[in-house]
């Protein structure tokens, strides 16, 4: 029984107010929610259904049900109002600034969710015939041409599924590439401040990864990367801008480098948003990179998907590029999706298949609705702005807040904070507890991992001037207090509805389901 649930007999909660308890548990207008299985019962239903005429044959054999499922029966009263409660317990970019970093929260505007449920594209199935797809075809053919001109390079692979599998793609085009000049490199170099996911990518594609430093601006080490580059380097994986929030001046002359010591470069696109319109990464000599459209081209990521990572790719890497994907032809102008019953000899090279379907086509349609409806000039001041937000929050609290690279330049998309100042026995943990009773989602914290107690903020170009002051106005008080050692943070938060949780207990010994009393 979820202690926290009330039906007629649940005892009181031992937690609630003791100045004010209530009966029901509930707080005010702020209901307290059971589990789903405990308003239902399993003997009662939310619609009437005809008895079985006793004609109809079972069509599934001995896979048949002969026990009852355990689920509640509910009317549609209950429903509505149990999933309408939970949905009040949220917290969303739709409800407030949302100050996670490095993951983009962005803004998702209502048009966008408009076209995206279009019976046209909503409705479309992956075995369905191409024939009676030409629209959605055309969607993933404009979207395609989109990325490839704000990136600057030659090629698109529409199919990765999220920002991993995008890298996990541009990492197997790269091997593909050096298998063909028989050129069997095994080291793939991963400077410090690129995302974790960086390093995990290139083992899983069988590659040996080795760290290259950060200088003191914390950018990487060029004369570190130089000096380390030679004939067992296949590539190098870089993120720009990158984790540290800052833009890789060097990304020209890395790429040379690494180019003329015979390896590959691919750029982790991730933090695309803070450049879209402003930089392309082809011309700074990027081989491959993905492009998380949930990212940059709106559709918040939140609880883990959906996601999409078309991974755009250079002269030297479009040749490898993973079917199905889709081709207009020269002479008629016909949309075709090519997979390997219909690839042509000069598809020959593609490194295979990595994915049952084309893409998420509901991503396709946020993103080419964002792209189109921002133009050419949009995009590019929706990055400035993500940007001119990201330094704000940055030159309003580096009075209050350490900042390890506040010297090094603007900052770009994301600004980066570190605990220096805290009095001792106070960390990054419970200052974003503390925001937590102020209102706010806590920011990324201890991420990257070259800053000791590191809180990354990113606020993107959607907040309002009076949102980042009410931002900054709560995280200019938490950091006097955690300056000043106040015991209380060590306790937040203490105005939302649970007290602080044991996360390592949550984390080692997590409780996943529900099992009906027996």
Known sequence: MNASGWKPGTPVPSDSDARHPTVTGNRALMLEEPLIFEIGSTDTYGVDLPEPSGEASPRLGKFARKNGTGLPGLSEPQTVRHYTRLSRQNYAIDLGLFPLGSCTMKHNPRLNEKVARMPGFADVHPLQPTSTVPGALGVIDELAH???????????????KAGAHGELCGI??????LEARGDAREVVLVPESAHGTNPATAAFAGYKTEDIPADKDGRVDLEALKARLGPDVAAVMITNPNTCGLFERDMKAISDAVHEAGGLVYCDGANFN????RVRPGDLGVDAMHINLHKTFSTPHGGGGPGSGPV???RALAPFAPLPFVMKDADSGELRLIEEENAGEELAQSFGRMTAFHGQMGMFTRALTYILSHGADGLRQAAGDAVLNANYILRSLDDVLDAPFGEAGPCMHE??????TFAEGISTLDLAKGLIDEGFHPMTMYFPLVVHGAMLVEPTETESKDALDQFIMAMRSLAERAKNGDETLKTAPHHAPRSRLDEAHAARKPVLSWLPAQ
Do not use: H, Q, Y
């Open 146 to 160: 989109w990325l490839v001109e704000l990136t600057g390079m030659d090629a698109v692979a529409m199919s990765p």
């Open 172 to 177: 197997l085009c790269i091997r593909a590439a």
């Open 415 to 420: 600004a980066l904070f570190s605990d220096e």
């Open 274 to 277: 803070a450049i879209m319109g």
């Open 312 to 314: 755009v790719l250079s």
